[in-house]
């Protein structure tokens, strides 16, 4: 029987066939990570690619920022929502439920390997918190944003969003928390916070330091969190579809109480008084915070420095005023703790745990 010899139609074809096959097994290796948008300047677009401020955030959706990053297929299976499309100094109590709550049915699927979610950078460290005492799963949540607009030269955003992805398709981020990446640095959402209003490497967590760095297409862990979250978290906000009103209040000389009672009258929860020094309060405010106490309002002292604890028993008497301290969380995560503290109890021995804990 002759062989015919086959033609080269044939070896084509069975090239193309091999070639694909090796892709879709490729693809079916690699992790699955989810893209959540929610808007920010790393959707923005500017007037020209010189415009770094003045620009407009939150109009690009998903599926650009995706598609303009196509070496995200070298690391990861990705496919995106778009959650909502909000400059994220419009973020809000509602807004964070939807998103935790996707998040939290999203990591259940066992096709899903991890989430990155874009964010408007001004509350950035906000969600990433409040994520952070929520998420019930250990897998990796990366938030992730950027400092320029997406029409800028030297955007920031396609690196930021590669690193995120690869960064939530890494085995050693299982686990950490949530966490943040800009600018190749990787930081736990605990302690993170914006530093600069402009420059890229404004998110630092300053004297608790950051964790790793994204350096040649890997994730560097150095450190990692000693607090509770994600995975042992207490919290649960599944049932939950509102949250309990906290206000913060800015200590500053010639204090006076005129925001706090405003508050108190508009029916706050919690009150954070974001104190001078070591979360120190003027004497028109103890007065007046002793009162809010009085009438079942939770107050915890935090301090306006940025870094180190504020200590109990310290510049006040806690234990005699039944006052909470804040230990080394700034006032707008202090907020985030009580809100979801008040979802459990009212105590304040309890409430106190909590933040020795998380
Ligand atoms: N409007 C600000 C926000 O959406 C812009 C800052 C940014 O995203 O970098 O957070």
């Given at each position: 029987?002759?062989?015919?010899?086959?033609?080269?139609?044939?070896?084509?074809?069975?090239?193309?066939?091999?070639?694909?096959?090796?892709?879709?097994?490729?693809?079916?290796?690699?992790?699955?990570i989810v893209i959540l948008?929610?808007?920010?300047?790393?959707?923005?677009?500017?007037?020209?690619?010189?415009?770094?401020?003045?620009?407009?955030?939150?109009?690009?959706?998903?599926?650009?920022?995706?598609?303009?990053?196509?070496?995200?297929?070298?690391?990861?299976?990705?496919?995106?929502?778009?959650?909502?499309?909000?400059?994220?100094?419009?973020?809000?109590?509602?807004?964070?439920?939807?998103l935790a709550?996707r998040v939290n049915?999203l990591l259940?699927?066992?096709?899903v390997d991890g989430i990155v979610i874009?964010h408007?950078?001004?509350?950035?460290?906000?969600t990433a918190y409040f994520l952070d005492l929520v998420v019930k799963s250990s897998k990796p949540v990366v938030l992730v944003?950027?400092?320029?607009?997406?029409?800028?030269?030297?955007?920031?955003?396609?690196?930021?969003?590669?690193?995120a992805?690869?960064l939530a398709?890494?085995?050693?981020a299982n686990g950490k928390g949530v966490l943040v990446v800009?600018?190749?640095?990787?930081?736990a959402a605990?302690?993170?916070?914006?530093?600069?209003?402009?420059?890229?490497?404004?998110?630092?967590?300053?004297?608790?330091?950051?964790?790793?760095?994204?350096?040649?297409?890997?994730?560097?862990?150095?450190?990692?969190?000693?607090?509770?979250h994600t995975r042992?978290?207490?919290?649960?906000?599944?049932?939950?579809?509102?949250?309990?009103?906290?206000?913060?209040?800015?200590?500053?000389?010639?204090?006076?109480?005129?925001?706090?009672?405003?508050?108190?009258?508009?029916?706050?929860?919690?009150?954070?008084?974001?104190?001078?020094?070591?979360?120190?309060?003027?004497?028109?405010?103890?007065?007046?915070?002793?009162?809010?106490?009085?009438?079942?309002?939770?107050?915890?002292?935090?301090?306006?420095?940025?870094?180190?604890?504020?200590?109990?028993?310290?510049?006040?008497?806690?234990?005699?005023?039944?006052?909470?301290?804040?230990?080394?969380?700034?006032?707008?995560?202090?907020?985030?703790?009580?809100?979801?503290?008040?979802?459990?109890?009212?105590?304040?021995?309890?409430?106190?745990?909590?933040?020795?804990?998380?």
């Amino acid at each position: 029987m002759r062989l015919h010899k086959p033609s080269s139609l044939f070896i084509v074809l069975g090239l193309l066939l091999c070639s694909a096959f090796a892709h879709a097994d490729t693809a079916a290796k690699q992790p699955h990570i989810v893209i959540l948008a929610t808007g920010g300047t790393i959707a923005g677009s500017g007037a020209d690619s010189t415009t770094t401020v003045g620009y407009t955030a939150a109009t690009v959706g998903v599926q650009r920022l995706i598609d303009a990053v196509p070496e995200l297929k070298k690391v990861a299976q990705v496919s995106g929502e778009q959650v909502m499309q909000i400059a994220s100094e419009n973020m809000n109590n509602a807004a964070w439920l939807e998103l935790a709550k996707r998040v939290n049915v999203l990591l259940k699927r066992a096709d899903v390997d991890g989430i990155v979610i874009t964010h408007g950078t001004d509350t950035l460290e906000e969600t990433a918190y409040f994520l952070d005492l929520v998420v019930k799963s250990s897998k990796p949540v990366v938030l992730v944003g950027a400092m320029r607009p997406s029409t800028a030269i030297s955007a920031d955003g396609p690196i930021n969003l590669y690193n995120a992805v690869l960064l939530a398709a890494t085995p050693e981020a299982n686990g950490k928390g949530v966490l943040v990446v800009l600018n190749d640095q990787i930081n736990a959402a605990r302690d993170v916070s914006k530093t600069n209003t402009a420059t890229l490497d404004t998110f630092k967590s300053s004297e608790l330091g950051l964790l790793g760095y994204i350096q040649g297409n890997r994730a560097y862990f150095y450190r990692s969190s000693t607090r509770k979250h994600t995975r042992d978290t207490e919290f649960d906000i599944a049932n939950l579809s509102v949250l309990p009103q906290v206000d913060i209040v800015y200590g500053y000389a010639n204090m006076n109480r005129i925001a706090l009672d405003a508050f108190v009258n508009a029916g706050a929860k919690g009150i954070i008084h974001a104190g001078t020094g070591d979360g120190s309060l003027a004497t028109p405010l103890k007065t007046a915070l002793t009162e809010a106490r009085k009438k079942g309002i939770l107050i915890v002292r935090a301090s306006r420095v940025g870094q180190g604890i504020v200590a109990r028993n310290g510049e006040a008497d806690d234990d005699q005023l039944d006052f909470v301290v804040a230990d080394t969380l700034n006032a707008q995560k202090a907020r985030i703790l009580l809100m979801l503290a008040l979802t459990r109890t009212a105590d304040t021995k309890e409430i106190q745990r909590m933040f020795y804990t998380y």
